[in-house]
């Protein structure tokens, strides 16, 4: 039994809890000395040597843009009907991210991959055909949208 307990606190001997119980179940008055890994030999005159700094790649803000608070409206369209899947062509993003669309007449939800697209903030968006399907939008339709970004 003895063992086996030894054995379990080996297993987590990092904490020192577990350090502090093995102390009392062995009747130990001081705590175990930590072994410190071997130091290599230096020469009195070599400084200690400091840790590199290591440079991080800088990022223009618009690949850092978090996804935002609340909703962003748009104003979208069918987009090109032979690209499959449930996504969405619009300028509110500057890299792809995944999001919920809302039709603001109808309250239809669908979630979507938003894929960034160059133009004015104002220019509108396209949705997939799939997306409109989802959101039982008329194709032949401009649809006011609500967006959020996850």
Known sequence: MRYVLLISLILVAGCDRVRSTTDKLFNR???????????????????????????????EAADIQPGWVGARQTIAGLGDPTVPGRWMETTLVSQERNGRVVVRKTGATAHVTLIPVAGDPGAGSR?????????????????ELDVYSN
């Open 127 to 143: 949705l997939s055909l799939e997306a409109m399907r989802a959101l039982l939008a008329p194709i032949d339709e401009l649809v």
């Open 29 to 59: 008055s001081e705590p175990v000395a930590q072994t410190a890994a071997p130091e290599t030999e230096a020469s009195e005159t070599e400084a200690p040597e400091e840790p590199e700094a290591v440079a991080e790649p800088v990022q």
